[in-house]
């Protein structure tokens, strides 16, 4: 199993199947399989659209692995993001498991400044490797490690700074870093809404110039994708 020129253990299908130990959650429609599975003497993530509707399966399965094996490539070391393994096959990745809950299922007020800072400091590293997440708004993509520091999970939606000294695409990377960095203020807002400080909240009173048209495109472009390529509506 190669990706981005790394060499891992391999692991098969037929290994997948056979040590699965857990799932988090089962594909359907655009969302894949998400599995704990037990390799050698540490617990792996397998993240798999092979189960997908077909239609999402073959078209955009792929993209979005081979996209999110990339970011993972370029993130590799950075502390709070799991760790590649490699890529399986082309409807599937395996990557680091970290113990630990999403903060879609964290109680309001149960996190500490520190959670928060490390967040902050786990998105530095990110950007300065040249990746943005740009889906951190939804909770379920940070996660709660048993250590009590913060990880961020699911960068099929990334963005790339890409190569080149091209101040239009340098200027769009560096939007997408202030939404990323705005969306910890809005997890802080519903979770933690005692830690904000009167920066924060001024920086919330502030919308981002581009937030509006991009929710709009984001909610039409998931309402096409389901109805074209899972026949959901």
């Known amino acids: 199993m190669v990706c981005a020129n790394q060499l891992t253990p391999v692991i098969t299908r037929q290994l997948i199947e056979q040590r699965t130990r857990e799932y988090y959650r089962n594909a359907g429609g655009t969302r894949p399989d998400l599995r704990v599975v037990e390799l050698d003497d540490r617990l792996v993530v397998v ?41 399986v096959d082309r409807y599937a990745l395996a990557m680091e498991h970290v113990p630990g ?20 400091s786990v998105l530095d590293d990110m950007h300065a490797r040249g990746v943005a997440h740009c889906d951190l708004r939804s909770r379920g993509n940070v996660v709660l490690g048993v250590d009590g520091r913060p990880y961020v999970v699911d960068f099929a939606a990334c ?6 000294i091209n101040p239009f695409f340098r200027w769009l990377f560096r ?9 910890v203020l809005r997890i ?3 979770l933690s809404p005692e830690l904000l400080t009167e920066e924060d909240k001024a920086a919330l009173a502030v919308q981002l110039p ?17 109805r074209l390529l899972t026949g959901r509506r």
């Open 101 to 120: 809950i999403s903060l879609d299922k964290v109680n309001t007020g149960s996190l500490t400044p520190c959670f928060y800072q490390h967040l902050s």
């Open 159 to 164: 963005v790339f700074l890409g190569r080149g």
């Open 188 to 190: 802080k807002q519903r």
């Open 210 to 226: 581009f937030e509006r048209p991009a929710q709009v495109f984001g909610r039409t472009v998931r309402r096409i994708t389901q």
């Open 47 to 87: 993240k798999d659209f092979r189960h997908s509707d077909f239609l999402f399966r073959v078209i955009v399965g792929p993209i979005l692995i081979r996209r999110e094996c990339g970011a993972l490539a370029k993130l590799l070391g950075v502390r709070g993001v799991p760790q590649l393994i490699g890529r």
């Open 175 to 183: 939007q997408f870093v202030i939404a990323d960095n705005n969306a």
